[in-house]
C-alpha cells in the first residue's frame, strides 16, 4: 500500500515535539515525520539558526535521502516559512518535488512584515506576545522554570523571522494547502496570496480559533490534512471522508 512521509516543521519556540500526537491520530499511510530545528530537543546542543533560507538548505540536505517514496511539506507560523524555502531548496537541488506544501497559520511569504522581529525581544515582550497569541496557559507563563527553558528558543526564532527577505522566484509546480485560524491576526488576504506561489492547485481551510488553532481544532485539522495528501496519494476522497470532513468544518 502506498505510503506518504509528511514531514512537519514547528512553530516558533516549538520543538519537533508538537506533532508527536499526529502521528498517533493519523493513518498508518501518512507517515509523520517532524523536523527539528537547531538549539531545542534532540538538537538543543546546536547554536541557533540566523538565516531562514539557509536553515531551509540544510533542512532540504537532511531529507535528501529519505525522499525515494512520496512526501509532502507541513508547517505551522514560521514552519510555513520554512517548508517553503524548504521546497524552493529541494527544486535546485533536482531532487523529486513535494506532493504537496501545506501552510498553516502564516501570510503568504512576500506578504510578511517582520520588521517588528529584526530586533531582539525582552522577557516581558516575549512573555506578552505569548501571551497574545493565546497558545499558552497562565500557569506556564509565571513559572520561572519554564520560562527560562522557553524564552531564549522564542527569542532566537523571532530574529530568524526578523531576518527574512523574501526573493521572488519562479512560482513552485505544486499543490499548496493553507490552514488559517478564523480568530488570527493573519488576513485572509494575506492568506490567499499563498496562490501566487504555485503553479499548481490551491485550497483555504479556514478554522474556529486564533493561532494555535491547529491545537484547538487538532481533529478537524488532522481531518483536512488527511483528506488533501489522500487526494494526492490516491486520486479523490471516498464520499464518507468528505462528507465527514464538511460536516466538521462548516460554518
Not at 69 to 83: D, I, K
Not at 106 to 132: G, M, N, Q, V
Not at 192 to 218: K, N, P, R
Amino acid at each position: 500500500m502506498p505510503r506518504l512521509r509528511l514531514f512537519c516543521l514547528p512553530y516558533s519556540g516549538a520543538s519537533a515535539m508538537v506533532y508527536a500526537r499526529w502521528r498517533r491520530k493519523l493513518p498508518a499511510w501518512l507517515d509523520v515525520h517532524p523536523l527539528e530545528l537547531p538549539g531545542r530537543g534532540a538538537r538543543s546542543a546546536q547554536p541557533f539558526a540566523t538565516d531562514a533560507i539557509e536553515l531551509a538548505r540544510r533542512l532540504a540536505m537532511e531529507i535528501r535521502a529519505d525522499l525515494q517514496r512520496p512526501y509532502a511539506l507541513f508547517g505551522h507560523s514560521l514552519g510555513g516559512l520554512l517548508a517553503f524555502e524548504t521546497a524552493h531548496a529541494l527544486r535546485e537541488m533536482g531532487v523529486p518535488a513535494p506532493l504537496a506544501l501545506f501552510a498553516s497559520g502564516t501570510s503568504a511569504p512576500a506578504r510578511r512584515d517582520f520588521s517588528d522581529y529584526a530586533e531582539p525581544k525582552s522577557d516581558p515582550e516575549l512573555i506578552e506576545r505569548l501571551r497574545s497569541l493565546r497558545g499558552t496557559s497562565e500557569e506556564v507563563l509565571a513559572n520561572p522554570e519554564l520560562l527560562s527553558f522557553a524564552l531564549p528558543i522564542l527569542r532566537a526564532d523571532f530574529l530568524l523571522c526578523g531576518g527574512y527577505r523574501y526573493s521572488p522566484r519562479a512560482p513552485l509546480r505544486l499543490p499548496i494547502h493553507v490552514l488559517g485560524g478564523k480568530q488570527d491576526d493573519v488576513s485572509i488576504e494575506d492568506l490567499l496570496a499563498w496562490q501566487d506561489e504555485t503553479l499548481g492547485a490551491f485550497s483555504l481551510d479556514m478554522f474556529e480559533g486564533h493561532h494555535f488553532f491547529i491545537h484547538d481544532c487538532e481533529r478537524e485539522v488532522l481531518l483536512a490534512v488527511e483528506e488533501h495528501a489522500r487526494l494526492h496519494l490516491y486520486g479523490p476522497p471516498a464520499s464518507g471522508l468528505d462528507s465527514r470532513r464538511q460536516a466538521l468544518t462548516s460554518p
